[in-house]
């Protein structure tokens, strides 16, 4: 959650900074507009948007052809979650409107951060406070003060950055993870993000069934009991739902194939996982948590299968999986995702959670769900605006 936050803290400044701004210049903006972004040589992530594109493109589309009331509500409770009194600090900074907001992931050694990227003049370079660094045509702003190495990390990472000029477009985002070059492409009633050339070494997944997802992980700075969670380094998942038994106990219906580096990888996390999590009942092969029992086999070397239900996925003492070169896979009904059977009145007490409710309404206008040709593509239902839900979707998120 503190991810996403960080991640589109910027698309929640550019809220603030027009909520007064004439809306007429913005319909006249051209599709494409040429910004310089900072690149740093460790960058793990780098997310950059205009945000004259973004309210064109977001906004004023959904206000001015679905006017749709839930989208102007979350609007508001957005801007409202990020009015706060003047800021001393930035007391000459002055905002540049035709500059890139850019959200970064830097890899310092054993202690990840993030910092986001204001664009503007006026202020000093340097220090600023513990959460604004003057640069000379901005500022990096960060959620949370770094660590003193940290600190020392991003000064000398900044020696090497340099300003490089990006192409931007009213409905195509670029950025880039782990160098490699991604696109988020936004249409009046669907989303795709448009994946990176295929890796060399295939990875075995899952076949896709339920709600099917396959993603690396570049778990870090978790807290310590759940760090063991780090050392996974790719996950493939199909989910079908949950429910309660008559004790009100939950118990998940899925199937995870959970990559490592290699053997011993793998035998720590499971040893890990007994340390930390020891009121569940361990055995060699299946967990048992209150009175659901996960069965665990071990796949290959380097692999780690569990699920609800062994003699339904496994069968012969094999899985369904397949080997695929895309580092990204989504597909399936994402209305299973809050699906949760003999809930009674825990489903009642479920709809006061704004998450919840969030994920339920979105999953639910949603049409399709797929991968194909490296794209990923979540298409809704005709009466929904894929950037008025998505930004419904976000309000929920924030305001936890």
């Known amino acids: 959650m503190k991810l996403l936050k960080e991640l589109f803290w910027s698309l929640m400044i550019l809220l603030v900074l027009y909520t007064s701004y004439v809306l007429a210049p913005f319909l006249a903006l051209p599709q494409t507009k040429t910004a310089q972004v900072p690149v740093f040589q460790d960058q793990a992530l780098c997310f950059s948007v205009l945000p004259l594109q973004v309210v064109q493109s977001w906004v004023l589309e959904q206000q001015l052809e679905s006017r749709d009331t839930e989208v ?7 801007s409202l979650q990020f009015k706060t009194k003047r800021n001393a600090t930035l007391a000459d900074f002055r905002f540049d409107l035709h500059g890139a907001l850019a959200y970064y992931l830097l890899e310092a050694p054993q202690q990840p951060f993030s910092c986001i990227f204001i664009p503007g003049r006026g202020q000093k370079e340097g220090w600023l406070s513990a959460q604004y660094y003057g640069v000379e045509k901005g500022l990096f702003f960060f959620v949370e003060p770094l660590r003193a190495k940290q600190r020392a990390y991003f000064e000398q990472s900044l020696l090497k950055m340099r300003f490089q000029s990006k192409k931007f477009e009213a409905r195509k985002h670029h950025f880039e993870l782990k160098g490699q070059s991604y696109s988020l492409l936004w249409e009046e009633h669907a989303f795709s993000l448009i994946l990176p050339n295929q890796q060399n070494k295939p990875l075995r997944q899952l076949i896709p069934n339920g709600f099917h997802l396959s993603a690396p992980l570049a778990l870090s700075n978790l807290p310590n009991s759940l760090q063991f969670l780090e050392s996974i380094e790719a996950c493939s998942f199909n989910y079908y739902g949950a429910q309660l038994n008559a004790k009100q106990e939950l118990s998940l219906d899925f199937e995870a194939l959970l990559t490592f580096d290699n053997e011993a990888k793998r035998s720590a996390f499971l040893d890990a996982c007994k340390n930390s999590l020891p009121d569940w009942d361990w055995a060699t092969n299946f967990v048992r948590v209150n009175h659901a029992v996960y069965a665990l086999k071990k796949e290959e070397k380097h692999q780690l299968f569990i699920c609800s239900k062994p003699k339904k996925h496994i069968q012969n003492g094999k899985i369904a999986s397949r080997f695929s070169n895309s580092p990204l896979a989504c597909s399936g009904n994402p209305t299973l995702l809050t699906k949760l059977d003999n809930a009674g009145w825990a489903a009642a007490i479920l709809e006061l959670f704004p998450i919840y409710r969030g994920i339920s309404d979105f999953s639910a206008r949603t049409a399709n769900v797929s991968t194909t040709n490296n ?14 839900e998505f930004l419904k979707l976000l309000s929920t998120t924030i305001g936890q």
Request: net charge positive; glycine share 4%.
């Open 72 to 78: 102007q509500e979350a609007l508001k409770q957005m």
């Open 375 to 388: 794209t990923i593509r979540w298409e809704l239902k005709k009466d929904y605006f894929a950037a008025g």
